[in-house]
């Protein structure tokens, strides 16, 4: 089957036990931000009673699941990572009507998913224990990872493909039946990819997608006593609430939250270069993502040249639909967002802030120009709050003592980033920022093999990605092993 199969469902449905089961609630419909004609299928308001349902169809398979041996589960993703890439520019061209994202980072998208899939799908042949030396003679000890039990994923709508893949990969080679609730705004990539697995050879039952409000269905999802484990990506706000609820039945979480993430320019050769990083890793989705600079914290004595180029660099940006080839920089995700960015910024010139980017017209829509606010100080609100919008601020400081200072006065703790000539200052400021990622002399683009989360107010739990998925998604078991009974 194909990704048509999801387009033209003509009921709205959820995807449970491997078949579309219709929704009880009402219709949730799913727009296009660059066009709100382009009307996609609607997808279920989902009720509690779905995700019971939903729950219910995974603990089913999990006893058979966690029985599969490994490296067949492996052999599943395998074959769903060879689907992916068959139907690869289809799930591109449908991200980009859901969420609107240029069409270049949608495919971009698609292909670091298959790269965080591929790791995943070893992790099967790698569920290693150890031997430990006994105190007992002919005692045998050793330790063995299990999974962790049926998991609850509720991913967010910044990236409709990576999200879901970076959950459900891991999981399930760990052997973890998933219950996956895809945020409101872009469900049917999520949908699609729960289609390909099904078609990879994926057992009735083990992934289950139900759609719908996270008030409702994720709330549900995070209570369920038959959930062991909740993976959430999302806002600060709402996993506090979610952790909250997990602790309370003595379930685990792995919670990736929000940024406000810096980037210290402290010298360079090339500013022009520099410029360059700082703006791809700003502006990718528009500024909508957990990874994004938001932050420049430069020497004063290169601020003013430094100020200059990216000023250059935003303005010539090109703004508009996703589907266009031309465009740099596509629509928030709807037109509330765009206000809230709006309001930010309106924010951050009555405190004192400046300007630099020409406040130039944009398409009708969803859409906001990148800005530049200059001047920002520590205590300013575009300082301190994550705006998830083209939107830089520019704090300028005297030394790398000042710089980390600053870096380190936030709630979140993410990514941040160093740029000097001077490797003495650069392994300071790593050795000192209080960020779960630092990256030197580049932007804030990840590896799909490596650990990625963060502190404080940016993540709670194990690292996704890499070999710390797996200490979440299973359990770890001693067993002694005597020959006889005495």
């Known amino acids: 089957m194909s990704i048509q199969e999801v387009l033209e469902l003509s009921d709205p449905a959820n995807f449970i036990d491997n078949r579309w089961q219709p929704g009880a609630g009402p219709t949730r419909p799913v727009r296009n931000p660059a066009d709100p004609a382009d009307l996609l299928p609607g997808v279920p308001d989902s009720t509690p009673s779905e995700v019971d349902a939903a729950v219910e169809s995974a603990t089913r398979a999990a006893r058979h699941w966690a029985a599969t041996p490994a490296p067949q589960r492996g052999d599943v993703l395998r ?9 690869a520019e289809e799930l591109a061209v449908l991200m980009t009507r859901e969420m609107g994202k ?3 980072e949608s495919r971009g998208e698609i292909g670091r998913a298959r790269l965080e899939l591929e790791y995943a799908m070893g992790e099967a042949t790698r569920l290693h224990g150890a031997t430990i030396p006994s105190r007992m003679p002919e005692q045998l000890v050793y330790t063995q990872r299990g999974p962790l039990g049926v998991v609850g994923a509720i991913t967010p709508w910044n990236f409709p493909a990576v999200a879901p893949i970076r959950k459900l990969g891991p999981a399930l080679a760990a052997g973890c039946p998933v219950v996956l609730k895809p945020a409101e ?3 049917l990539t999520a949908l699609a990819l729960a289609t390909l ?3 990879a050879g994926l057992p009735d039952g083990v992934v289950n997608v139900v759609c719908g409000r996270g008030s409702v269905v994720g709330a549900h999802l995070a209570a369920h006593p038959k959930i062991a484990g909740v993976s959430f990506t999302g806002s600060t706000t709402v996993g506090h609430e979610i952790a909250a609820s997990v602790a309370r039945r003595l379930g685990v979480v792995q919670l990736e939250l929000g940024g406000k993430n810096a980037a ?3 010298s360079a050769d090339d500013l022009g270069r520099v410029v360059e990083q700082i703006t791809s890793a700003a ?10 600079i938001s932050r420049v914290i430069v020497q004063n004595e290169i601020a003013d040249e430094l100020v200059r180029l990216i000023t250059e660099k935003y303005a010539a940006l090109t703004v508009g639909p996703g589907l266009d080839a031309a465009i740099q920089v596509g629509p928030l995700v709807n037109e509330q967002q765009r206000d809230r960015v709006a309001d930010y910024v309106r924010k951050g010139l009555e405190q004192g802030a400046t300007r630099t980017t020409p406040n130039r017209a944009v398409p009708n829509g969803p859409y906001f120009a990148p800005t530049v606010l200059d001047h920002v100080t520590p205590d300013m609100v575009v300082a301190r709050e994550e705006i998830f919008g083209p939107v830089l601020t520019v704090l300028r400081v005297s030394d790398v003592d000042e710089a980390i200072t600053v870096a380190n006065d936030s709630d979140y703790g993410l990514a941040s980033v160093v740029f000097s ?10 050795r000192e920022i209080s960020t779960g990622m630092v990256h030197i002399n580049h932007g804030t683009i990840s590896q799909p093999h490596v650990p990625f989360g963060g502190v404080h107010g940016s993540g709670l739990g194990e690292f996704s990605i890499g070999h710390t998925s797996t200490e979440f998604f299973t359990r770890l078991k001693t067993v002694y092993l005597s020959p006889r009974i005495p």
């Open 185 to 187: 705004e872009t469900p």
């Open 102 to 104: 240029p069409l270049a």
């Open 283 to 292: 502006v990718q989705t528009s500024g909508q993502r957990c990874t994004a």
């Open 264 to 266: 210290y320019v402290h």
């Open 421 to 430: 000539r001077e490797i003495d200052v650069a392994m300071k400021f790593a």
């Open 79 to 87: 074959r769903w990572n060879e689907l992916i890439g068959e139907h």
């Open 197 to 199: 697995l099904r078609d």
